[in-house]
């Protein structure tokens, strides 16, 4: 029989470009030292309350904004009771359905394997994060610092369809994130988490019709998207397999965990067993009336997106299709691009350089943005010695690897190196009849009709030039030389 597959997700990400956290004034930036970036509120000390921060508020209705949803009239925070160690409040102050979070019934399109996709967006809430735990052996460590970090979560409608829709839209809501400044959306900094929520039903079936709908099984806290995939891959197969043989019973309503080294999904407990939150307004933090005025100058604020710029480099710089999604896939490198021909590069050429040279050299040295020396200048300055004739193609790769992991210029590796472009029309000569001397038989081999014998010719002159020879002229040169015998 076959199955058609209803995947909603959950989302996690951490605003973590705001100077505070979401409640109190301990500094809201990632570090590895524990228990550095804390206050008296994050550690629920008696006595303290917490105080909004408006830029968390101001990034979370930007989001609202982008992903086309409902932004309420007021801004609510409730209490979500439950004791666990690493809530020291033994509560979280983040927000519900009632009253109206920071956002709902949004969409948002996305592309997966060149087509174009639609998914619902229930809600957008803004809440503060727990802090992490740190399991040894048979204890275990609290690092405080992620408590209170502001945190978005996005609850999706079950409209995607198999894993690759899945990382296709989480992947895009990352780059908004990042392009939108919300976010740096980093998952190595446990930035982003999320949980996974997989059913499966007979694909003739009518989807619209819940009753038709098979028993939902809820993944929790996966902390990459290629464990997205992967937990979603062996829950289809899971299910379809207890399905297949008539076990019906054993698709239950659960929450499970990816578990890497098996490589499966594990159970935790029965949704039967779910905690009751009881939830109710946050006493402390009066509603906040939302200015339409504040939301339409919110709504003006919001940067380039990805898609956007994609756009533009197809359309005014003549970027295809391939190279211009590579380009936008991370917003480090097309910020290193817009810069690099502000400089004066010419747009082709620069996506050239980073599509080909710069990202197959991060992936080669397994190096990221931030590792490297190389700077928009400099590659600028790299396009325009090639095109000024002062050196070679082959000469400009050098020296881009040089720069690429030294502190250094472009001039000043090719003054260092000796990499001067030879374009002296006497010396080439010169040099040219050197060669033509030193190879008598090759002139007949040309003489006689073999005329591809000139490109050993140019690459002798190349090596008495150490590379240096400008290849243009020393074709010309030849030609014009070789004519003469």
Sequence with gaps: MKYKVLIGLEMHCEISETNTKVFSSAANTFTDQPNTNIRPVDMAFPGTLPVINKEAVRKSLMASIILNCTQPE????ERKNYYYPDLPKGFQITQETKPAPIGIYGKLKFECNGEEKEIRINNLHLEEDAASSDHEGRSSKINYNRAGVPLLELVTEPDLRSADEAVA???TMRSIYQYAGISEADSKKGQIRCDVNVSIMEADKDENDPNNWGTKVEIKNVNSFGGVRDAINYE???QTELKEQGRYD???????????DSMSTIRMRSKVDA?????????NIPKIKLSKDWVEQIRKEIPKLAHERKETYINEYGISDYDATILVKEKQTADFYEETISLGADPK???NWITTNLLGSLNKLELTMDDIKLTPNSLAEIIKLVDTKEISSKQAKDVFQECLTNDKTPKEVVKEKGMTQMSDAGEITKIANEVLDENPEIVEKYKSGRTNVVDFLVGQIMKKTRGTANPTMARSTMLEEIEKR
């Design 349 to 351: 050429i620069a996506s």
């Design 275 to 283: 905690i009751d939150y009881k939830y109710f307004v946050e006493p």
């Design 236 to 238: 289809i197969e899971r």
């Design 169 to 171: 839209f989480l992947e």
């Design 74 to 77: 007021y801004v609510y925070f």
């Design 250 to 260: 054993e698709v239950e309503q659960e929450t499970r965990r990816w578990d890497e």
